[in-house]
């Protein structure tokens, strides 16, 4: 997957259960506010249309509100 340096990726995604994953990052370093379940990190990829391919191995884990499948 490519990412454009200097591009930055600002994206509210919308999951079940009314949970938001705020998704930003600058160049190849993205931030998800949320850990998601496996099963979800497609579901969050593919609802983000920015227009960039995103690596969700970039992504970086904080907090946990979504149970693991």
């Not at 938001?20 to 949320?34: I, L, P, S, T, W």
């Amino acid at each position: 997957m490519v990412v454009k340096k200097n591009v930055r990726i600002q994206k509210v995604v919308r999951l079940e259960k009314n949970l938001e994953v705020n998704m930003f990052g600058m160049a190849a370093d993205y931030h998800a506010d949320f850990q998601l379940s496996k099963c979800l990190f497609n579901s969050v990829v593919k609802k983000v249309e920015v227009g960039i391919e995103l690596d969700v191995k970039k992504l970086e884990i904080k907090k946990c509100h979504a149970p693991e499948d």
